[in-house]
T-cell receptor
Framework: EPEVTQTPSHQVTQMGQEVILRCVPI?????FYWYRQILGQKVEFLVS????????KSEIFDDQFSVERPDGSNFTLKIRSTKLEDSAMYFC????????????FGPGTRLTVL | QQPVQSPQAVILREGEDAVINCSSS?????VHWYRQKHGEAPVFLMI?????EQKGHEKISASFNEKKQQSSLYLTASQLSYSGTYFC????????????FGKGTKLTVNP
């Protein structure tokens, strides 16, 4: 069964450093999302991406965040200058084009900012 | 506005049933149910759409009351593997939008 993959599984970085989280969505899916989950809390929406542009973003997704789909398969989330409060699990999700399609989540990248 | 889930936690013995509820204050296009085990990604269980269509796993059942903007997930004859945190994610009227998740219901199934 096709699945969303994410790399790395765990990223440790120093505050102020840039990180890039990578995702390979399911190949025929059209909608892509990033969510994050701070330990013990609910899953929070960051950004949605469709047709090579951001379709919606949350208040969390400020100027420090950016997304790209550089080559038609990868979908990346960049955090330019990480803060301690960026420590969380980051999930990529993708969805097909039908209204009955749900979002399938990748395994997540655990980001630890020191 | 995040959906409200109830109860916050449930403890069952294997074989018992449980109902998890999710309610929203806004009109919904669909409700999505996921189960998350500790340290893992949310796993899709079921999607329920406005109009009555639904898709999901055979052993899971759920309902969606569009007028009340409420959904319930029914877990029958629970197994140890059902343990985890159950999240409902709601989608607004547009379809293909972001999911807004509730805080989750922690289900523990004991032998």
């Amino acid at each position: 069964e096709p699945e969303v993959t994410q790399t790395p599984s765990h990223q440790v970085t120093q505050m102020g450093q840039e990180v890039i989280l990578r995702c390979v969505p399911i190949s025929n899916h059209l909608y892509f999302y990033w969510y994050r989950q701070i330990l013990g809390q609910k899953v929070e929406f960051l950004v949605s991406f469709y047709n090579n542009e951001i379709s919606e973003k949350s208040e969390i997704f400020d100027d420090q965040f950016s997304v790209e789909r550089p080559d038609g398969s990868n979908f990346t989330l960049k955090i330019r200058s990480t803060k301690l409060e960026d420590s969380a699990m980051y999930f990529c999700a993708s969805r097909g084009g039908k209204v009955t399609d749900t979002q399938y989540f990748g395994p997540g990248t655990r980001l630890t900012v020191l | 506005q995040q959906p409200v889930q109830s109860p916050q936690a449930v403890i069952l013995r294997e074989g018992e049933d449980a109902v998890i509820n999710c309610s929203s204050s806004k009109a919904l296009y669909s409700v999505h149910w996921y189960r998350q085990k500790h340290g893992e990604a949310p796993v899709f269980l079921m999607i329920l759409l406005k109009g009555g269509e639904q898709k999901g796993h055979e052993k899971i059942s759920a309902s969606f009351n569009e007028k009340k903007q409420q959904s319930s997930l029914y877990l029958t004859a629970s197994q140890l593997s059902y343990s985890g945190t159950y999240f409902c994610g709601t989608e607004g009227q547009g379809g293909s939008e972001k999911l807004v998740f509730g805080k989750g219901t922690k289900l523990t199934v004991n032998p």
